[in-house]
């Protein structure tokens, strides 16, 4: 079936840092996807749907120039914390919808200190 | 507003027990509907979803869910829990561009 394969699994970086976070659809060509951000015991929320080609499309109250989205590819589309804080301590997952539902990536936990 | 109630946050039942979680959804047209699990510090695997057809869904690792229309769920039903089917379940609605997540629910299973 349809693997979305994202990397890393977990990082640790400074503050002020910028982190880049992957996801490559491994058997299939994903044409768009999704990136959530999931906090500690709650749902995961849309930040963005990239899409190959083009400019992404940033859910409201999400900062386009700290959360940076590239679809390079039919089959990678990578997701780049800027000057990372704190605060953007999460879990980061992807996914890109296939013609039998969707398929997530294992998620990135990311902690900044 | 599109929208989906997951309205138990936390359920705890002894292996063996029958589960059932539930689901309404709140969406303007027929929907799309799905539902996930979630192991700690893991990506989302998909246990069932329903596009059309028969409103009883079966899935993965023994789940099954039945949808309602008058009643706008999609709950969630095991008939034996099993030590292992503890984790993090979420239901999703959403047409085909994008989903829409309820708020999750932590299964805990006692020996």
């Known amino acids: 079936g349809a693997v979305v394969s994202q990397h890393p699994s977990w990082v640790i970086c400074k503050s002020g840092t910028s982190v880049k976070i992957e996801c490559r659809s491994l058997d299939f060509q994903a044409t768009t996807m999704f990136w959530y951000r999931q906090f500690p015991k709650q749902s995961l929320m849309l930040m963005a749907t990239s899409n190959e080609g083009s400019k992404a499309t940033y859910e409201q109250g999400v900062e386009k120039d700290k959360f940076l989205i590239n679809h390079a590819s039919l089959t990678l589309s990578t997701l780049t914390v800027t000057s990372a804080h704190p605060e953007d301590s999460s879990f980061y997952i992807c996914?890109?919808?296939?013609?039998?539902?969707?398929?997530f990536g294992s998620g990135t936990r990311l902690t900044v200190v | 507003a599109q929208s989906v109630t997951q309205p138990d946050i936390h359920i705890t039942v002894s292996e063996g027990a029958s589960l059932e979680l539930r689901c309404n959804y709140s969406y303007g047209a027929t929907p799309y509907l799905f539902w996930y699990v979630q192991s700690p510090g893991q990506g989302l695997q998909l246990l069932l979803k329903y596009f059309s057809g028969d409103t009883l869904v079966q899935g993965i690792k023994g789940f099954e869910a039945e949808f309602k229309r008058s009643q706008s769920s999609f709950n969630l039903r095991k008939p034996s829990v099993h030590w292992s089917d503890a984790a993090e379940y979420f239901c999703a609605v959403g047409p085909s561009d994008k989903l829409i997540f309820g708020t999750g629910t932590r299964l805990q299973v006692f020996p």
């Open positions: 996914s890109a919808p296939g013609t039998n539902g969707y398929t």
